[in-house]
């Protein structure tokens, strides 16, 4: 196991009264590519909101580098290098492709990331630079969310469901642009519903059920027993 990149320990959430997680223990070591799954409302937005420093934390709760990073804003924990996908892309509509895109840079980071490199990984990002983001399709859009995170140039991106509501072969081409995305170095984590899809891509796997973990394993040797009882809580 390489030095871990992202630990969390003991992570609780909450929305008012209702908690959505409870005692979270994930790690994240560098490199490394990790698989999150789990069923509708298991947690897994929430938990990375909370990475994210979107949602509130006690302190101690989420460490980044070794440096607790618990109480810091979503705009400072993305300055550390800990980029997000958002479910739902979010991009703003009124700004242009380019634009959105440029959102990213903010953070100044250094590294192979630039418009240029965007455009190269999607090229019709590029033919589309000048247009609103809200009059492309589905994936394109997706494909903005995700350049727009390589902007920023993070040692850390998270991908939320960034297969949901898309057509199958827009799926396939962004899974198969995910090796290059990531690259030498890079760490993810990977947020899914498609089971198959996330341990086909990581090398370990966690399984949320109602906030708490029920699963912990190599993506390449966890069973599909294991997995449908962690997922689901039958046995
Ligand atoms: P999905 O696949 O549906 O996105 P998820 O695993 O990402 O599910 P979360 O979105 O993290 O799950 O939701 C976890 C729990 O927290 C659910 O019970 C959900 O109803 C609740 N929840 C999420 N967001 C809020 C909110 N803003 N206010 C109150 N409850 C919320």
């Not at 958002?86 to 959102?103: K, T």
């Not at 140039?153 to 962004?174: H, R, V």
Request: net charge negative.
């Amino acid at each position: 196991m390489p030095d871990p990149i992202l630990q969390t320990r003991g992570l609780d959430a909450h929305y008012g009264d209702f908690q959505a997680l409870y005692g979270v223990d994930i790690e994240v070591g560098e490199g490394e590519v990790l698989a999150i799954i789990g069923a509708n409302g298991a947690g897994k937005t929430t938990l990375m909101r909370s990475i994210t420093g979107l949602l509130r934390n006690g302190p101690g709760q989420v460490a980044y580098h070794g440096q607790d990073i618990s109480r810091l804003r979503a705009d400072e924990v993305a300055a550390r290098g800990l980029a997000m996908v958002p479910e739902g892309r979010q991009l703003f509509p009124s700004l242009s492709v380019r634009e959105n895109l440029m959102i990213g840079a903010q953070v100044a980071r250094s590294g192979p990331w630039d418009l240029a490199a965007v455009y190269k990984l999607f090229p019709i990002l590029e033919e589309r630079k000048d247009q609103a983001s809200t009059s492309l399709s589905g994936g394109q859009q997706q494909m903005v969310a995700i350049g727009r995170a390589l902007m920023a140039n993070p040692d850390l991106i998270l991908f939320d469901e960034i297969s949901l509501g898309l057509a199958p072969i827009i799926i396939k081409d962004i899974y198969t642009a995910l090796p290059g995305i990531i690259g030498e170095g890079m760490s993810a984590i990977i947020v899914e519903q498609d089971i198959t899809k996330a341990l086909s891509v990581s090398r370990r796997v966690y399984c949320l059920q109602e906030g708490r973990i029920s699963l912990e394993g190599m993506s390449a040797s966890v069973s599909r027993e294991d997995i449908s009882r962690a997922y689901f809580g039958i046995e």
